[in-house]
């Protein structure tokens, strides 16, 4: 948090208790169920101890698989990803089992004895490495974020009013993920300096390929991932091994990593063609937009909820493929004016940065909106601005500022601007 | 067996490693791949046709063998499954209701071999053999009118179909060029 930033909330801080003092403010979360302290369970011996933490019988939490834009609660057969409850979350890290997850033909079930990782084409010395190898390898962990390709493919042309930012954003997660630079592994095999492009390939059944262009950056922050939050990566992420760019589109992370192939040119795979490529309104696409772009979204309030007049605090996450969030800014006029709000927690690079601002509510219907500025000065685009360029048949890479609705009632509602 | 051999070498190599952080060579983790089992892996195929194996097929045969493993998820001649649809769609691509298909989308024909041979049938990947591989990509592109329907295709041929969409993708431009410091 910088020194500005603590300037900007300051103020809003001691208006806030100057408010709450007296005693006009209303608790966002509702009154307390316990009316007296009398009221609160005594207490009482509790479970035994057990081989691994679950979560309390009063949480209910969970991700949503989907089939498609507007198509969800489908049959977990039609399912083709499933959603980070990105609403209910706090902090920046997202539990492990609640990370998003995408997948082309289901998560499968490998044994990391008998798992391998090739890696050949333009290379001196091909290799075979196993886990272990790979786990006995210099190391680094690194927080980032992992967006899908298609997080935001809810907006392109309209806005659900019933959509939750569950359903609108919840194809992102950050998590801590460990692994061996591929920069080592490179020099491992002795990769020819001419090469400039690498496939990276799936033990999924559809072998998952992408082509990885061998720019610095991506020579100096990609690395391939045993561990997830300080355990094994769990299957659905892509146990053993994945691989992970640090800011890049999530289908480039390739998971069960079994295969690199070092080349001179793009392999042109039906991912990088015919999936995850940007219709633009003249019929032409954009191919290989592997960054993702300078984002951010309000979790709270947010779509489907309700508020009372009164304070209201404003949270949400930020996040930008070109590196550390530098600066957020909401509006709660429409965009008529905007202020800065405060970063809270680590702000990391490629990461989710939590943010947030105190905010009373007249009671008066409004919009409220959120936009982020990265530390390379990109600005996350207004929804018009982003159709100026992409136009709506885009599908993927949707990064536009994202408006929640609040009526007189209170109630939050998602709407296009 | 060499495994014994290798281990020691790599014990050895294991101990100069440790003294000199981050200058570990080729063989002190992992083995040598060998180049027979380097092709039951080396499955992708590039535009340039490099990948692609021996055999032939027609679009006749694969009009059956599409009908056996393929119709049921993408509709017969492509059209109305429950899976992508695989034909049709050209000159929609900057209306308001674009259709992705391989006719109108698709910018290289051997990418539909490269992902039919890897991932599809969905549940039996890779059971397709070459030479039916071969037929039922003729099949799919005379059903978009890119081949007729008596069509043959092998390595040779394969390449040299140009796609209607062949132009239609751009680079961008960070990635047209790639240069590192390496």
Redesign the interface.
Known sequence: MSAKQNEASAPSRRRFLKFVSAGVGAAAGGPALADTLADVPPREPGADLSGHSERSQYVKIARIPEAGPGMRHVDPDDAINSKTPIDQLVGSITPTDLHYERSHSGVPNLDPAKHRLLMHGMVNKPLVLTVNDLKAMPSTSRVVFIECTGNGWESWKKADPNLTVQNTHGLISTNEWTGVPLRFLIDLVGVDRKATWMLAEGDDAAAVARSIPLTDEILSEAFVAYGQNGEPLRPAHGFPIRLIIPGFEGNLNIKWLRRFKFGDHPWMTRWETARYTQLLADGKARQFQLRMETNSVITSPSGTMKIRPGYNRITGLAWSGYGKISKVEISTDATRMWQSAQLTGLVLPKAQTRFQMDWLWDGKPTKIVSRSVDEKANVQPDRASLVAQMGTNALFHYNAQQTWSIDENGSVSNVLA | MEVSAMFSRSTVAFVIFASA??S??????????APE??KL???????DGKGLPPGSGSAVSGKTVFEENCAACHGPGGQNGIKDRLAGGQRT??S?H?I?T?GS????A??LF??IH??MP?QA?GSLSDDDTYSVVAYILSLNGILPTDAKLDKETLPKVKMPNRD?????P??RN?????
């Open positions: 952080a981050f570990a060579r080729a063989y002190d983790f992992g083995r040598p791949a089992e380097i892996w080396d499955i992708d195929v590039h535009p691509l900057a308001d674009p992705k391989v989308y698709w910018p290289y051997t990418t490269d992902y890897r991932a969905y990947p239609g993708l751009i680079p961008e960070e990635f790639i240069t590192n410091s390496r």
